[in-house]
């Protein structure tokens, strides 16, 4: 099946700082992205609809502002957490569509702890 | 807008047994459901899909049907192994998905 990786998988950063969180399809372009983030022992909630070649959507609640998100070319979506705060930390998710069915595609995650 | 629940929360079951992991959702044009398998700390592997028309879709020892009269899917796993303790979660849409809460798996040897 496609392949979607994340990087950094994990990362440690100061209070005040920004995050930057990459997310690529590896084997198949893809024109929307879809940023999750999930706090422990609970579920994925949807962040923001990532479109290459315009600006982002972002669900109800979410500051986007705070979460800048590009979408930088067919097969990268940035994220990129400003002023992070301990609040912030949590497990973000990135997901691709694949060309059939829309059958979605989830990287491994990036683990955000801000100190 | 569109709710996901899956139940039971956790399910501790012996090797070998066969199980029932239940999904449900409130708004029946769903496009598609999706099973996931989450391990601790990773990301999410895709299980099984079921459109929109399909009743249900089978792999291996996985089988998930989808009834959309009643807003529920169901995934059976055959012959558990220890090797599928995990958490599993159903989504439903077709691009932005809702998520359920999950049911932890535990598969005892």
């Known amino acids: 099946g496609a392949v979607v990786s994340q990087h950094p998988s994990r990362v440690i950063c100061k209070s005040g700082t920004s995050v930057k969180i990459e997310c690529r399809s590896l084997?198949?372009?893809?024109?929307?992205m879809f940023w999750y983030r999930q706090f422990p022992k609970q579920s994925l909630m949807l962040m923001a609809t990532s479109n290459e070649g315009s600006k982002a959507t972002y669900e109800q609640g979410v500051e986007k502002d705070k979460f800048l998100i590009n979408h930088a070319s067919l097969t990268l979506s940035t994220l990129t957490v400003t002023s992070a705060h301990p609040e912030d930390s949590s497990f973000y998710i990135c997901?691709?569509?694949?060309?059939?069915?829309?059958?979605?595609?989830f990287g491994p995650g990036t683990r955000l702890t801000v100190t | 807008k569109q709710e996901v629940t899956q139940i039971p929360a956790a399910l501790s079951v012996p090797e070998g047994e066969n199980l029932v992991l239940n999904c449900s959702f409130t708004?029946?044009?769903?496009?598609?459901l999706q099973w996931f398998r989450q391990d601790p700390g990773k990301g999410l592997t895709s299980l099984l899909l079921i459109q929109s028309s399909q009743r249900e879709q089978t792999s291996g020892r996985l089988n998930a049907s989808l009834d959309k009269s009643s807003g529920r899917s169901t995934l059976y796993i055959a012959a558990s192994q220890p090797g599928d303790s995990a958490t599993y979660l159903c989504?439903?849409?077709?691009?932005?998905?809702?998520f359920g809460e999950g049911t932890q798996l535990t598969v005892n040897p």
């Open positions: 989504a439903a849409g077709i691009s932005r998905l809702t």
């Open positions: 708004d029946s044009a769903i496009y598609n």
């Open positions: 084997d198949f372009q893809a024109t929307t």
């Open positions: 997901s691709a569509p694949g060309t059939l069915h829309y059958e979605q595609y």
